[in-house]
């Protein structure tokens, strides 16, 4: 089972996220990846496979070729992590408005 944790970890490398970021035009097969980054075929297919055992890409055959494609589900774990925070923050920030509105110095003489 894929955790948030390990998708972050996935994530963390900046050749991971723009591989993730070249697939988010469409599904690409390694060789044309490599073509577009600074690093060799062998290297992409070793990050495509950090991203796909976290689920953040899925792989499919096209005749012999293999397509990479984002999987919109892997990004799900990341989103409902984040929201986590941004509702909190949101939930704390209300609570200081609220505060802030009750205090003496705001009320009217």
Not at 80 to 89: E, K, P, Q, S, V
């Amino acid at each position: 089972m894929t955790t948030a944790a390990m998708v972050l970890d996935a994530l963390g490398d900046a050749r991971r996220r723009t591989i993730l970021e070249r697939l988010a035009d469409g599904p690409l097969p390694v060789g044309v990846l490599a073509e577009q980054l600074p690093i060799s075929r062998p290297a992409v297919s070793q990050h495509l496979k950090v991203l796909k055992e976290a689920e953040l890409v899925v792989e499919s055959a096209v005749g012999t070729r293999r397509l990479y494609r984002v999987n919109r589900e892997g990004l799900e774990l990341v989103r409902d992590y984040l929201d986590r925070f941004w509702a909190t923050a949101l939930d704390n920030f209300a609570a200081l408005a609220e505060a802030e509105a009750a205090s003496p110095e705001h009320k009217e003489i």
